[in-house]
C-alpha cells in the first residue's frame, strides 16, 4: 500500500508558470496511471490530467501532466497562470484496484 | 462521452442506511473495458475512494470501509449503486460516481447528510 504526498498550498502570480508535485511513497509511480483534478471553491473535482500526461477535454493546453521517476513523482504544470487558475488540485492514481488520492494542494494564484 | 448521474435521499439519519444509484447514459454499465467507482469528500475535506465494481460482479472496498458498504449493478438500468450501513456524521459528505477505462468520467455529485 502507498500514499500519495502533495504540498499543501502553493503560490505563484498572473502570469507565470507553476508546478505542483505528487510523490508516491512506495512502488514506482510508473505502475499505474496519475490522475490529476481541479477543484475550484464551491464546485464539484474536474479532471485535468488523466493516463498521466493526457489533457481531459476541454482543457486547454496550458496545462501538462508528467512523471519524473528519479523522484518517483508525478507533475502538474500550469503555465501562463490565470486567477480562475486557483482552486484545489487533487493527484490520484491506483493500487490494484483500489484508489489512492493524495491529500491536494491549495494553489493561489496572487 | 459518458455521463453519470447520482441520485438518492440528500438527509439520512443517523444509524440508518445510506443508499444512492449512479444512472449512466452514453453507454453501457455492461463494458468489459470499464469499472465503476464511488467515492466521497466531506465538507471541506480530501477525497476518499469508497469502491470500485466491474460489470462481472467483482468489486474491491475500501479497507475502512469495507464492513459498512456495498456496491451493486443493474445492468437493465443501466446504473451501480453504493448502499452504506449504519452511518453517523462522519458519513456527511459529498458522493461522486465514476467511471474508469478508457477516458474516465465523473458525476457531478451529491450531498448527503447524516442528521437527525
Not at chain 2, 63 to 73: E, G, I
Request: hydrophobic share 30%.
Amino acid at each position: 500500500k502507498f500514499m500519495l504526498n502533495q504540498p499543501q498550498s502553493v503560490s505563484e502570480s498572473p502570469g507565470k508558470t507553476v508546478t505542483i508535485s505528487c510523490t508516491r511513497t512506495s512502488g514506482s509511480i510508473a505502475s499505474n496511471y496519475v490522475l490529476w483534478f481541479q477543484q475550484r471553491p464551491g464546485s464539484s473535482p474536474t479532471i485535468v490530467i488523466y493516463e498521466d500526461s493526457q489533457r481531459y477535454f476541454g482543457v486547454p493546453d496550458r496545462f501538462s501532466g508528467s512523471l519524473d521517476t528519479s523522484s518517483n513523482s508525478a507533475s502538474l504544470t500550469i503555465s501562463g497562470l490565470k486567477t480562475e487558475d486557483e482552486a484545489d488540485y487533487y493527484c490520484q492514481s491506483y493500487d490494484g484496484n483500489n484508489w489512492v488520492f493524495g491529500g491536494g494542494t491549495k494553489l493561489t494564484v496572487l | 462521452q459518458l455521463q453519470l448521474q447520482e441520485s438518492g435521499p440528500g438527509l439520512v439519519k443517523p444509524s440508518e442506511t445510506l443508499s444512492l444509484s449512479c444512472t449512466v447514459s452514453g453507454g453501457s454499465v455492461a463494458r468489459s473495458s470499464h469499472y465503476w467507482a464511488w467515492t466521497r469528500q466531506p465538507p471541506g475535506k480530501g477525497l476518499e475512494w469508497i469502491a470500485t465494481i466491474h460489470y462481472t460482479g467483482a468489486t474491491d472496498y475500501s479497507p475502512s470501509l469495507k464492513s459498512r458498504v456495498t456496491m451493486s449493478m443493474d445492468t437493465s438500468r443501466n446504473q451501480f449503486s453504493l448502499k452504506l450501513t449504519s452511518v453517523t456524521a462522519a458519513d456527511t459528505a459529498f458522493y461522486y460516481c465514476a467511471s474508469i477505462g478508457g477516458i474516465p468520467n465523473w458525476g457531478r455529485g451529491a450531498l448527503v447528510t447524516v442528521s437527525s
